[in-house]
């Protein structure tokens, strides 16, 4: 910071400039001056600059400007929240970040779930745009024709309407006890959106994004499932290098993380081939 400089008080207006509580100025000036104010010498936090202007007759102008300093790496805290009433043992997870961008901790405080009127919404657009593509786009008379399907019973309508007999399992389906395109979001609302984002955007500088990753969208998942059983840090893309460190989650089953990855797989504009529980058995 500048130090103060003796200015005679009896000239037109003289302004000093104060921090937070201090009974002395750090810096006193003629107007108009150039301040420089080095944060690198404060603590992280709320400060307030004071600025206490005088004019040749005694009267006195007065103007407070508050400011946050970030210096320090931004810290995360998941298992205790602000004014939270608890009781017990409470495991509480710490972590602090720092890279090469600004880090907004908000963005990956905890791994809360998703509230559940999104998943409401959800459900009642994808079951709309169901009934709107069956409504509105006829079956092929070549697939209608197939024992499967039978005439509407509507008067006046020869639309065939789809079997209601479930479909048989093909590794990813209800049929099987596990509902993969109903669980994968859910599982990575849990634990991955806190750091990667809902939309798969990754947080500059700390956590990659999955939208296009090279590993998200490569035919072998190999690589992939290694990262969700066994962590990663300090990865680089495009000569991008991400310092959070993304911790491992060998506990998830092999459905749970097969669902996790095909949603990250079919997802954000991703296209790659979906796995099966087997794929990551196998990896373990």
Same mark, same amino acid.
């Given at each position: ?12 207006? #003289? ?6 509580? /201090? ?27 004071? +600025? ?12 407070? +400007?508050?400011?946050?300093?970030? !210096? ?23 972590? #602090? ?10 963005? #990956?405080?905890?791994?809360?779930? *998703? ?9 009642? +657009? ?7 593509? *069956? ?5 092929? /008379? ?13 008067? =006046?309508? !020869? ?40 939309? =798969? ?17 490569? @035919?072998?998942?190999?690589?992939? *499932? ?7 840090? =300090? ?34 504009? !991703?296209? #790659?081939? +979906? *796995?099966?529980?087997?794929?990551? @058995?196998?990896?373990?």
């Amino acid at each position: 910071m500048s130090q103060p400089e003796d200015i005679d008080l009896k000239e037109a207006v #003289a302004v000093s400039l104060y921090l937070d509580d /201090a009974r002395e100025p750090f810096a006193r000036y003629r107007p108009p001056a150039s301040v420089n104010l080095d944060t690198r010498n404060l603590e992280d936090g709320d400060h307030v600059l004071r +600025i206490r202007a005088r004019d040749a007759v005694g009267n006195v102008g007065l103007r407070t +400007i508050p400011f946050v300093v970030q !210096n320090g790496p931004g810290i995360t805290v998941t298992g205790l929240r602000a004014n939270e009433r608890v009781s017990g043992e409470v495991t509480i997870d710490v972590n #602090a970040f720092g890279g090469s961008e600004p880090f907004d901790p908000v963005r #990956a405080e905890s791994r809360g779930p *998703i509230p559940v009127w999104t998943w409401v919404v959800s459900a009642l +657009i994808a079951a709309w745009a169901a009934w709107y593509g *069956i409504a509105e786009f006829p079956t092929p /008379a070549s697939f209608a024709a197939t024992p499967t399907y039978e005439r509407n019973p509507v008067a =006046g309508s !020869n639309e065939p309407l789809a079997s209601t007999s479930p479909p048989a399992y093909s590794g990813h389906g209800v049929a099987a006890g596990f509902d993969f395109a109903k669980t994968g979001p859910q599982l990575y609302g849990t634990n991955c959106s806190s750091c990667h984002g809902a939309a =798969g955007a990754g947080t500059p500088g700390v956590f990659p994004p999955l939208a296009r990753d090279p590993v998200v969208t490569a @035919k072998d998942p190999k690589d992939q *499932i290694l990262t969700v059983l066994h962590g990663l840090h =300090g990865k680089v893309i495009h000569g991008t290098t991400y310092a959070g460190q993304m911790p491992p989650f060998p506990q998830l089953t092999d459905d749970d993380i097969a669902a996790i990855i095909d949603h990250e797989r079919t997802s954000w504009g !991703n296209n #790659a081939p +979906i *796995i099966n529980p087997d794929d990551v @058995k196998r990896a373990r």
